[in-house]
């Protein structure tokens, strides 16, 4: 807020946007304040929230985010107090796309809620013969797995270059399957954050996935 307070009314000469509080000190001067009315722009004002969002360690990340995320989702307190681990790899999941905390809510619906044939879109996705292949064959995989983990996911996942399915046609497959979404989080974080989160009653795990997509999409 203070960066961009500082850059509503004042600029050090330059097209740079993103100051701590030490270097605006530095770097302020009357002389460049601007005679004309500035114009308060909320979408930039998000933007540079998440542009030093980014640049947070995971320990003050992940306390930044936390009350948000009690917020949101309260049942997960139990978890984050056993795990902390997690909830800095649910926040680092997170971070490369959040602008600002109070998304965290929505970010992470897809957690908790898993109906890919109740979405237009990913229905529409897989009523694409290849891509619906290709989910089947994925869902049934991943669901012979036993003892399923990281190694052994993306063990299966890749078995399916040996039936052809490669690049997007595996990894856009793949998202939908696992998330319910087109596009998201990077997968082997979302992976990863979704194994680790089975013991959250509340959490739709991956082979639940995989099974109800093959209910929506199997035949």
Known sequence: MVNYLALLGWNEGNDREEYTVPELIDAFSLERIVKSPAVFDMDKLNWLNGVHLRKLDDNALTAAGRPFLLEAYPFLAGKLERDPEWGTAVMNMLKNKLTIFSEIKDRLAFLFAYEPVMDEQIRTFFEEEQHRNAGRLLATRIL???????????????SMKQDGFKGKHLFH???ALIS???????????????LAGEDILELVSIKQRCTRFLEGFGN
Do not use: H, K, Q, T
């Open 173 to 175: 497959p793949l998202r």
């Open 144 to 158: 012979d797995v036993e003892n399923l983990n990281g190694e052994r996911f993306w063990e299966a996942a890749m």
């Open 180 to 194: 319910g979404e087109l596009s998201g989080p990077e997968m082997d974080v979302m992976v990863d954050v979704l």
